[in-house]
Each structure stands twice: as C-alpha cells, then as structure tokens.
C-alpha cells in the first residue's frame, strides 16, 4: 500500500480488510454482498483490472442512464460544463472504494463486488439526474440485490425539484425498508456562498447515511451550520489519493499520481465499510432477526458508537462536533450489534425544506 495513503490509516480499513480477506479464502466469497455506485459510470482504469478474470466492477449488471441507446455505464468523458459537471467522477470514486492494483494502489476494500451506474455527468443532480438517481436506486434494491448504494452526488436545494425529490426520497424509502444501506455524501457549498451550513440529499435523508469530511490532521474540513446534525460520521475528503482518467488519453488509463478533495471521497470510505461489515456479521444479524431497516439503523448506530474522535474543526468559528467521530473499520467489527429494542425507525424520506 503506498505510504501516501493517509486515509487508509485513518479509518483503519486496511487492518479491517484483513481480517475479512482471511474470510473471504481462496475463492473470494463474499457471501452475495453487493455494492451498486451511482455516478458518472466507470472508465477503463487499470485499478480495476477489467481484462482480468477478476474485475473490480461488475459492468454488465450496471445501467446508462444518461446516454441514449448506449446499456454499458462507461462514462465517455467527452463532456464539460459548469458548476457541478465532473468528467471521471466515477472512476475516481470508485477506484477509492475499490480499486486494486498490487504495489500501485489499492482502495479502502478491493475485492468487494460493485455495479457502477452512470446517472450523471456532475456531482450536483437537478431534474433529470435526481429522477436517475432515483430510478438506479430502485433497480440496485429490485434487481440486483444490491446491500450498500454509495452516492457520492447530492441536491444542494429541494426548490425547483419537488417532483422529483419525491420519486428520490420514495427510493431511498424502498432501500431502508429492505435493509439496503444508502451511503451520501454531506456535500461542501464553497462554490454556492447561498447554501453554506446545508447538507444535501439524498444523504441528507434521515433513512441515509451522511457522510462529512475530514483532512490528514483529523480535522473537520467541510463543515456546516444547522445541517451538521444530520452528519452520521466522518472519513477522509482532503487529498485523498485516488485514480483518474482524461478525455483523449490512451487506454487503459494509467494515473493513480493525484489527489480528489470532497465529501465524494468521504462516502465511499464508509461504503466500504459497511461492505465489511456485512461480510463479517451479515450471519449474526440474521441470526438475531435485525430485518428490513433495523440493519440500516444498527449500522447507523455502531458508526456512531465506534468512533474515533476529531482532532478539531477547520472552521475557526465553528466547534469540533461532539456526537459524532471518525470512521474506525476495526471498531466496527469489533463492537457487539446493538440490542434490537434500542433502534428507532426514522422517519419516511421526504423534502425537508427549512
């Protein structure tokens, strides 16, 4: 693993995925555990080893939203715009949560089975990407059995978009009461001084996992006003080493030299925890009877609990949060599942307009 990945060693998860790699044995069993990640598609990156017999994404179980007549979710890159537009989002996501290279790079939990979705050519969703989104999210549940959606793309205001927040929030409703963990990002407003202090959706649901972001001295570097208290846990969104791929260049694409900065990153951080988790104690919940959403709210719960604490809040006029922490993979298998008498059903996902 290069020594420059400071975000593996601060959620701990390559510890973690150890102890599921010894699981997993020889034939990488991971027991019908799938992840589906809704974003700008995937591209041909050599982290994701697609001319192998073991590719790190499972392309043909994926759909193209955004391209018409085109099934295969490639993002073409061939695009660009303004505020938002993204061109290889995807892959730089992806290749963090999975990417898998040996002596090159390796992502928070290489190995997992993933179904890219390209939904968008951005990170901010309006109209359109809202109700893709919506509809990717609907299809991972139904189709594809999928445990874990990661959504590293948000909806930075409900305005203008009611119908469609209702189709979305609908979604994430299916996913929670079937025990499908959907993973968002909180977002960061830098770029829109009107919408500073929110949080975005669907993360922002209260039946999500919202995901905030922190730098390499374990500091909050994106940080909110009333919207903080919707943030669940926080995970690494400051140069966080992670491949890319560039319109015209050769293929396979090769670079996994740079940086990504964002609350994208910070999502997919917990996706590949929760894919773990699942893995190792996906027999005990079952077991134990934790159901449709009691899964998604023990999760929630043993983020919340097995924390590590934050070293402080880069926003000098804001406090370090208190009730929430660090992301730690270890803890997280560790922790006994909380008792099903203690979780609470939140409430339907719908806009919250305030």
């Known amino acids: 693993m290069p020594s420059s990945a400071w975000n593996i060693d601060a959620v701990r998860s390559r510890e973690a995925m150890t102890r599921v790699s010894a699981e997993l044995g020889p034939t990488n069993d991971w027991r019908g555990v799938v992840v589906a990640h809704l974003d700008t598609g995937f591209t041909n990156h050599v982290v994701f080893n697609l001319a192998t017999a073991t590719p790190a994404l499972r392309v043909a179980d994926g759909i193209n939203y955004m391209d018409p007549g085109v099934v295969e979710p490639r993002d073409p890159l061939n695009y660009s715009g303004g505020l938002?537009?993204?061109p290889g989002h995807g892959t730089r996501t992806l290749g963090t949560l999975c990417g898998d290279l040996a002596g090159t790079y390796t992502g928070v939990c290489p190995t997992v089975p993933v179904v890219p979705y390209r939904v968008t050519n951005g990170v901010v969703l309006t109209g359109r990407t809202i109700v893709n989104v919506a509809l990717a999210v609907m299809d991972a549940v139904d189709r594809n059995l999928a445990d874990v959606i990661s959504i590293s793309l948000g909806v930075q205001s409900v305005f203008g978009n009611i119908k469609q927040m209702h189709a979305l929030g609908r979604a994430v409703d299916h996913a929670y009461e079937r025990g499908v963990i959907v993973v968002g990002a909180a977002g960061q407003t830098e770029d829109a001084p009107e919408l500073v202090g929110f949080t975005v959706y669907p993360g922002r649901y209260s039946r999500s996992i919202l995901v905030?972001?922190?730098?390499?001295?374990?500091?909050?570097?994106?940080?909110?006003?009333?919207?903080?208290?919707?943030?669940?846990?926080?995970?690494?969104?400051?140069?966080?080493?992670?491949?890319?791929?560039?319109f015209g260049l050769p293929e396979?694409?090769?670079?996994?030299?740079?940086?990504?900065?964002?609350?994208?990153?910070?999502?997919?951080?917990?996706?590949?925890?929760?894919?773990?988790?699942?893995r190792m104690r996906g027999d005990e919940l079952e077991a134990s009877g934790y159901a449709g959403w009691q899964r998604v709210e023990a999760f929630r719960a043993m983020l919340r609990a097995n924390k590590q604490a934050l070293a402080g809040n880069d926003v000098p006029t804001k406090p370090t949060p208190r009730d929430t922490g660090i992301l730690d993979c270890v803890a997280l298998l560790d922790a006994k599942l909380p008792r099903l008498d203690t979780l609470k059903k939140a409430p339907l996902a719908e806009p919250q307009v305030d």
């Open 84 to 86: 938002g537009i993204n």
């Open 212 to 246: 905030g972001g922190i730098n390499s001295r374990r500091r909050v570097c994106f940080d909110y006003d009333d919207g903080r208290k919707y943030i669940d846990v926080w995970a690494p969104a400051d140069d966080v080493p992670r491949p890319n791929s560039v």
């Open 252 to 278: 396979p694409f090769t670079d996994v030299s740079g940086v990504g900065d964002g609350t994208s990153y910070a999502t997919v951080h917990v996706v590949g925890a929760a894919a773990m988790w699942l």
